[in-house]
């Protein structure tokens, strides 16, 4: 059951985000997610926060797995 509820929780926000996208891209108003993420990577402490976030991510993906 539990896995289910996760897969759907990532399906929804997929869902949500390529629709946040589509509108995006045909309002002038709404930043696309390429200009947000342009925009917040001008300041080092989130580039930093970003560094940190992607090694934390990759150690407990490829680190630590078990092989056996």
């Keep these: 059951m539990t896995r289910?509820?996760?897969l759907f929780g990532?399906?929804?926000i997929a869902v949500s985000?390529?629709?946040l996208e589509?509108?995006?891209?045909?309002?002038?108003s709404?930043?696309?997610f390429g200009q947000a993420v342009t925009?917040?990577?001008r300041r080092w402490p989130v580039r930093l926060v970003l560094q940190g976030?992607?090694?934390?991510?990759?150690?407990h993906l490829f680190?630590?797995?078990d092989w056996r």
């Excluded at 589509?22 to 002038?28: G, I």
Aim: glycine share 10%; charged share 10%; proline share 0%.
């Design 4 to 6: 289910w509820v996760t």
């Design 10 to 12: 990532y399906v929804v």
């Design 17 to 19: 985000a390529v629709g």
């Design 22 to 28: 589509v509108v995006a891209r045909r309002s002038v």
């Design 30 to 32: 709404l930043a696309t």
């Design 39 to 41: 925009v917040a990577l």
């Design 53 to 59: 976030g992607w090694l934390w991510l990759g150690w």
């Design 63 to 65: 680190v630590r797995v």
